[in-house]
């Protein structure tokens, strides 16, 4: 079983600021099957990205992913107050899982 | 425009059972593998299961095996999931989402949930 955790726990950031996101898996996956979701209270998930760098259709380009092996990144790159939500990456090689997910708190 | 909306949930007694439906509309629903998802509240995702597009293929998470049935109807353009034997453990949102690929896959629409809340 591949287990992914994710630092930090929470963000707290103003807006125009940079956040940047971790997950780290207990074993290495294929970046091809790599995913991060944005969760807002009260709302199902929304991919943001998939294949570790792709974005989904609507992301807008302040969002970017990248990694490989176990190391993965999700960056914000312009925070804005709509961007509040935690966020969780996905794995998908095997049996899929989630991480614990980060918590972004725009100040 | 794609939408998913799941409905069955409910309260419901340890060792009882229920049936979720994910009625599905604005794509083509048997082009796409179907997957649940449940996060407890105030929790994670965790994945439970897909079926494939003919519903000949179906995997399941270690948690739920041999106690839920994931099924659709491709003529209703629904999806299914059948929970027996309900714990206090199952208590979650249960989503309904989209696969783009065939296989273990990324979840590119989901559902709004439906709230199951196994308690006696």
């Known amino acids: 079983e591949i287990v992914l955790t994710q630092s930090p726990g929470t963000l707290s950031l103003s807006p125009g600021e940079r956040a940047t996101l971790s997950c780290r898996a207990s074993q290495i996956v294929s970046s091809t099957y790599f995913a991060w979701y944005q969760q807002k209270r009260g709302q199902a998930p929304r991919l943001l990205m998939y294949?570790?760098?792709t974005r989904a259709a609507g992301i807008p380009d302040r969002f970017s992913g990248s990694g490989s092996g176990t190391d993965y990144t999700l960056t914000i790159s312009r925070l804005e107050p709509e961007d509040s939500a935690v966020y969780y990456c996905?794995?998908?090689?095997?049996?899929?899982?989630f991480g614990p997910g980060t918590t972004v708190d725009i100040k | 425009q794609v939408q998913l909306v799941e409905s069955g949930g409910g309260l419901v007694k340890p060792g009882g059972s229920l049936r979720l439906s994910c009625a599905a509309s604005g794509f083509t629903f048997t082009d796409y593998y179907m997957n649940w998802v449940r996060q407890a509240p105030g929790k994670g995702l965790e994945w439970i299961s897909y079926?494939?597009?003919?519903?000949?293929?179906?995997k399941y998470a270690d948690s739920v095996r041999g106690r839920f049935t994931i099924s659709r109807d491709n003529a209703k353009n629904s999806l299914s999931l059948e929970m027996n034997s309900l714990r206090a453990e199952d208590t979650a949102f249960y989503y309904c989402a989209r696969a783009p690929l065939r296989g273990y896959s990324f979840l590119d629409r989901w559902g709004q949930g439906t709230l199951v809340t196994v308690s006696s």
């Open positions: 294949g570790a760098s």
């Open positions: 996905q794995h998908y090689e095997t049996s899929p899982g």
């Open positions: 079926i494939s597009t003919s519903g000949s293929t179906i």
